[in-house]
Structures are given as C-alpha cells and as structure tokens.
C-alpha cells in the first residue's frame, strides 16, 4: 500500500516517522520545500498542492492539515480516494465527507510520541476499513479502536492534549526539586528517569494500587500526596479533560 499524508507539521512528521518504515510515502503539502526536507529526512515521495488538483483516484490518504485549513485543502483535490484517516481533532467525519471524497473515512487521534513509535492513537469510523486503519496507525505506536466520535472526543483530550499535561507534572516537579536545592540539571535527569519507570508500572497495576504500595503510613508520599490534595490537583486534571473535551467536540 502506498500512503499519500497530508501536511507537513509536527504531527505528520511524527507519523511519518513510523509510516515509512512499513509503507511507501508521499508527502503532500504547499511548501515545497517542507515536504522535501521530509523527503530526504525519510526518503519518501514528494506531490506538491500548489499546481494542478492532485489526483486521488484510488488512494490511501492520511489528512494531518490543521483543521481550518481542510476547505482550502479539499479544493486542491480532485478523484475519489480509497480511503482518508483524518487526524483533524474536532472535525466530524459527516464534514469530512462533504470536503473530500473517498470509499472509507475514519478519525485518528495520535499524539507526538509517535515520533518515537510510542504513540497511543485512538479511532473511529468506517467499520469496513477498521482492520486496515488499525495496521496503519500501530506502525508509530498502540492502537484502539472506539465507537463513536463522542468517545474519540474525549480520547483527544486524553491521549492528544495528554503530552501536553504531564509535560506540565514533570517542569513542576523539576521545579520542586530546585526549590528544595537540587541542581536543575540533576533535578531533570530525575524527572527523566521517573517517567522512563513508570510506564511499565501502570501497565500491570491500576494507578489506585500502585499509589497505595508507594504511600506508606505517616511517610514521604503520605505527606506530598496531602499537598497535592490540597491544592486541587486532581481537580485540576478532570476539569482539564473537561475543557479539552469541550474544545475538541466543538462546544
């Protein structure tokens, strides 16, 4: 299968990373230039929207544009794909399918990780190229399937903003360490080293448990954990789930 993907931001580079590895890419974007620096960085192929309409007659697009800029996108198209994976956060699949013509369209929520080939990307849409849209997505990280745009909404605000937020725990963190007289440097190599760790401990335990074997009785956690209560913290993060969640449905 050939993969034509759409753009040239963070996000699509971070795609392509995984995606060329399996695939046959090409990038497709305005700026000529972008899309050839994607092309040497990941020896793809290279279509440019500034010419004549391209042709999508038969194939397989991955659209990763922001959203506002799908209208002016659409009209640079011409044909009926084989399919589109939109990674547009908020955009339906009924608008997609009024922009862009294709036999199968699905939503596709990844985040920067996939970079990495760790992304958590969460889908729906068109149950007839479930199977195939799952295969295309695990080449930069996990997968899940959903079924309905409400639940891949509130995935966004998860899983796509998520980054975002615990990029915000480790500065925190690294700060409170500062504060306290440790040098920013090892403050950070810390941080690092606690995130590197915990992924794999919140594989096997509910986060309820795992919490709970660190938190010893009148200890250190016990006291932080207090402070932490204190403030609101996890306050902070459901209505932060709250608003992005809003924001990503369009409210």
């Given at each position: 299968?050939?993969?034509?993907?759409i753009?040239t931001g963070k996000?699509a580079?971070a795609?392509?990373?995984?995606?060329?590895?399996a695939y046959?890419?090409?990038?497709v974007?305005?700026?000529?230039s972008?899309?050839?620096?994607?092309?040497?960085r990941?020896h793809?192929q290279?279509a440019s929207?500034?010419?004549s309409?391209l042709?999508i007659?038969?194939?397989?697009?991955v659209l990763?544009?922001?959203p506002?800029?799908?209208?002016?996108?659409?009209?640079?198209?011409?044909?009926?794909?084989?399919?589109?994976i939109s990674?547009?956060?908020?955009?339906?699949?009924?608008?997609?399918?009024?922009?862009?013509?294709?036999r199968?369209?699905v939503?596709?929520?990844?985040?920067?990780?996939?970079?990495?080939?760790?992304s958590m990307?969460?889908l729906?849409?068109d149950e007839?190229f479930?199977d195939?849209?799952l295969k295309?997505?695990?080449?930069?990280g996990?997968?899940?399937?959903l079924?309905?745009e409400?639940e891949?909404?509130i995935?966004?605000?998860v899983a796509?903003?998520g980054?975002?937020?615990?990029a915000?725990?480790?500065?925190?963190?690294?700060d409170?360490?500062?504060?306290e007289g440790?040098?920013r440097?090892d403050?950070?190599?810390?941080v690092?080293?606690?995130?590197e760790g915990?992924?794999?401990?919140i594989?096997?335990?509910?986060?309820?448990?795992?919490?709970d074997?660190v938190?010893s009785?009148g200890?250190?956690?016990?006291?932080g954990y207090?402070?932490?209560e204190?403030?609101g913290?996890?306050?902070g993060f459901?209505e932060a789930?709250e608003?992005?969640?809003?924001?990503?449905?369009g409210?």
């Amino acid at each position: 299968m050939e993969i034509f993907i759409i753009g040239t931001g963070k996000m699509a580079e971070a795609m392509i990373a995984g995606l060329s590895k399996a695939y046959s890419v090409t990038v497709v974007g305005r700026d000529r230039s972008k899309c050839e620096a994607l092309s040497k960085r990941y020896h793809t192929q290279v279509a440019s929207l500034e010419a004549s309409p391209l042709d999508i007659s038969g194939k397989d697009l991955v659209l990763a544009v922001k959203p506002y800029a799908l209208d002016e996108v659409s009209t640079k198209l011409k044909g009926k794909a084989n399919s589109l994976i939109s990674v547009l956060a908020g955009t339906k699949l009924e608008h997609l399918r009024s922009q862009i013509d294709a036999r199968h369209y699905v939503r596709a929520m990844p985040n920067l990780a996939a970079t990495y080939g760790k992304s958590m990307t969460t889908l729906t849409g068109d149950e007839s190229f479930k199977d195939e849209a799952l295969k295309i997505c695990s080449t930069f990280g996990k997968v899940l399937w959903l079924n309905s745009e409400t639940e891949i909404d509130i995935a966004t605000a998860v899983a796509g903003s998520g980054p975002a937020f615990l990029a915000l725990v480790a500065e925190a963190l690294s700060d409170g360490a500062v504060k306290e007289g440790l040098k920013r440097e090892d403050a950070n190599l810390l941080v690092k080293g606690l995130f590197e760790g915990f992924s794999p401990l919140i594989e096997d335990k509910h986060p309820a448990l795992l919490k709970d074997e660190v938190m010893s009785p009148g200890g250190t956690t016990a006291a932080g954990y207090k402070a932490l209560e204190a403030n609101g913290v996890r306050k902070g993060f459901i209505e932060a789930i709250e608003k992005a969640y809003q924001r990503a449905k369009g409210s």
